[in-house]
């Protein structure tokens, strides 16, 4: 059975954001036709019958050993980042693009120091970059997140003879996977807000704010309105669910404590608008159960273009009318199924106005019937499977490799002219080393050749020298010998003895 890895950068436990959550559901929607392992940093409380949960260090775990065993990756955000060794690894990877990261940022870090945060931009840019260059398939959450993410795609030379050919429409390079929604109901096991929170009565009129309080959504004109409506309706009450990330490296969101501190300058603080720390993920029922209406807001810029709110999706769920800024795929849904209304970002009239008419509309019992096509079609079961299909027949994309963009062009020449340095280098030194080697061998053989003739003559002197010796000995010898022969013995005795002594 296929091994599939996912690998989260977002923490998953009983309190997650939207990416944990995310993968936590896509993984679980995978198990029923794969073999799931998610990854998940530090630890976790969850556990799972059907995925095989993980714990890892996000910046300095080492996934190869685990990585080893899959067939197929599934990663986004940092995780090539920390973890580059799994782009060599040569096993298919899925990407998740749900999330425009650099628009968040571009919202998020506006206000920080430019001369920190540009270098950062560049580096973020340089991830998003080499994550699109890995992939071998992409999926993002909407159609209009799509055409934003095949732009990308074809500025790195992704969209090619060869994809193409793989695909003509590109949904095998690249297709939508929406936030989604558990196959089940509302499991609903006590109430959380109305007759139980402070302030918050049994019979209140309670809009939810379903997700966290980012910098780039717009709490305020939602207060706001509120504070309009308040005398016009006295039960009236906003509950935000989140206000702290329960991921720790999430942090310097300014949102949190501006909308806190409009509301108690109204004088609305903990009487008409409540802020939660963070809703666990299995608590969320309780929550929405209550809401009477959903309300979502953000400014007119380019992130709310492409963003795709995943809690508004378990609004959805639930089945509570929803009021939304226009300009993003949530607020297109939002009409065009008449889950609820639109309103102009930052118009307060408007959204006052919008609040009002769902309210005096019936609100959740008026709208219940138009949710069940969209819950229908948005199951995880549903919308997982373009990943699926990938994950049972994946292989590396048809263009691995291929398609080099100018800055790995620069890279490849760059290394093939480090190549011919090096190889010139080499070559003179062995060149160098050969004459070296051989003036050494002519100086050796100089030197062998001077110790022979040295040697030779030496030889040839103490030859000649003993010979000498030899010559004279003999020499005195013959002279002794004709001595003898003319003298009696005692004289030749004596010349023997006078000759030895000369």
């Known amino acids: 059975m296929t091994q599939v890895l996912f690998i989260s950068g977002d923490i998953v436990d009983e309190n997650m954001g939207g990416v944990g959550v995310r993968n936590w559901e896509l ?46 990756i599934v990663l986004h955000g940092f995780a090539l980042h920390f973890h580059p060794y799994l782009r060599t690894m040569d096993i298919p990877l899925a990407v998740d693009l749900y999330v425009p990261n650099l628009l968040e940022s571009l919202v998020w870090h506006d206000s920080d120091d430019w001369g920190q945060w540009i270098p950062a931009y560049e580096e973020y840019l340089r991830v998003q970059l080499e994550l699109l260059r890995a992939g071998d398939f992409f999926f993002c959450a909407s159609e209009r997140q799509r055409d934003y993410w095949l732009g990308w795609l074809h500025a790195q030379k992704r969209i090619n003879p060869h994809t193409y050919r793989h695909d003509p429409a590109l949904r095998k390079l690249i297709d939508v996977i929406p936030f989604g929604l558990p196959a089940n109901s509302l499991n609903i096991t006590r109430r959380v807000l109305k007759g139980v929170h402070p302030g918050i009565g049994a019979s209140d009129r309670l809009i939810l704010w379903s997700g966290g309080l980012w910098d780039w959504l717009d709490p305020l004109t939602l207060i706001r309105a509120v504070a309009q409506l308040k005398p016009r309706f006295s039960d009236l009450k906003l509950y935000f669910m989140g206000t702290r990330h329960p991921n720790p490296v999430v942090t310097g969101m300014a949102m949190p404590e ?16 409540f802020f939660g720390d963070w809703v666990p993920y299995e608590e969320r029922d309780n929550y929405l159960a209550e809401a009477d209406l959903a309300v979502v807001s953000h400014p007119g810029h ?10 508004v999706v378990d609004c959805i769920w639930a089945g509570i009318p929803i009021i939304t800024t226009s300009g993003d795929a949530m607020a297109d849904w939002v009409k065009q199924d008449n889950l609820g209304l639109t309103v102009p970002p930052g118009d307060v009239g408007a959204m006052a106005q919008a ?90 053989h100089e030197k062998d050749v001077f110790l022979d003739q040295v040697i030779r003559e030496k030889d040839a002197f103490f030859e000649q020298a003993l010979q000498a010796k030899d010559n004279r000995i003999q020499e005195q010898e013959m002279l002794i010998e004709h001595y003898r022969q003319l003298f009696p013995m005692r004289v030749y005795r004596g010349l023997k003895r006078l000759i030895g002594k000369s």
């Open 302 to 311: 380019i992130e709310t273009h492409f963003s795709f709110r995943t809690r």
């Open 258 to 273: 501006r909308a806190i501190r409009l509301s108690q300058e109204l004088g609305l603080y903990q009487n008409t608008v």
């Open 355 to 444: 609040i009002a008419t769902v309210l005096i509309s019936g609100g959740r019992t008026a709208y219940a019937a138009v949710f069940q096509r969209l819950q229908a079609t948005l199951r995880w079961p549903v919308v997982v499977r373009p990943l699926a299909d990938f994950c049972l027949s994946a292989a590396k994309s048809p263009d691995a490799g291929l398609y080099r963009t100018d800055a790995e062009r620069m890279e490849q020449a760059k290394d093939a002219f480090l190549a011919k340095v090096v190889s010139e280098k080499d070559a003179f030194l062995d060149q160098v080393v050969h004459e070296k080697d051989a003036f050494l061998d002519q100086v050796v």
């Open 27 to 72: 993984a679980h929607a995978l198990a029923p036709h794969v073999q799931v392992t998610l990854a998940v940093p530090g630890e976790t409380k969850l556990t799972s019958s059907s995925v095989r949960l993980y714990p890892y260090d996000l910046q300095h775990g080492d996934l190869r050993p685990i990585a080893r065993q899959a067939q197929v």
